[in-house]
């Protein structure tokens, strides 16, 4: 086995694992932005109760909504009575403090990250293939 046949067989696995876990990730990625609809900015109120709780409050559609902080999300609003948040389009009591889920981002980034390997060991397969 000389070194273009080890460089093609190691682009050739790389083009599996790539392609084969960056497609269906970028596709669950896909699915999930197409359920979840816009996230648009608005302020939320945020009341602070006996015992350290707070909640959010906001008027959207119509209506006000409101729900209870969680203990992570406290960063986002420590001493101040008003927050940014983004709330969902299509289901205005949903609420959250990023523009994005973080989970999903990360998949997103795995899922390019992993489909670009894949296509560029596709493209140097092919050239390894005039070569050899």
């Keep these: 086995m ?22 269906p990730l970028l596709v669950v990625v896909l699915l999930v932005k197409v359920h979840d609809g816009s996230w648009l900015p608005h302020e939320v109120v ?23 902080l969680r203990a992570d ?23 959250r403090f990023e523009p994005r889920r973080p989970l999903l981002h990360a998949f997103q980034v795995l899922g390019i990250t992993l489909a670009g390997v894949g296509a560029a060991a596709v493209a140097l397969s092919i050239v390894l293939l005039f070569v050899g």
């Design 2 to 23: 000389n070194a273009v046949d080890a460089v093609g067989t190691i682009a050739e696995i790389l083009s599996w694992i790539g392609l084969g876990v960056g497609l």
């Design 46 to 68: 945020i009341l602070e109760e006996e015992g350290g709780r707070a909640r959010a409050r906001w008027f959207a559609a119509g209506d006000f909504w409101e729900r209870p």
């Design 73 to 95: 999300e406290s960063t986002h609003w420590r001493g101040r009575e008003e927050a940014d948040a983004f709330l969902s389009e299509r289901h205005p009591s949903l609420m």
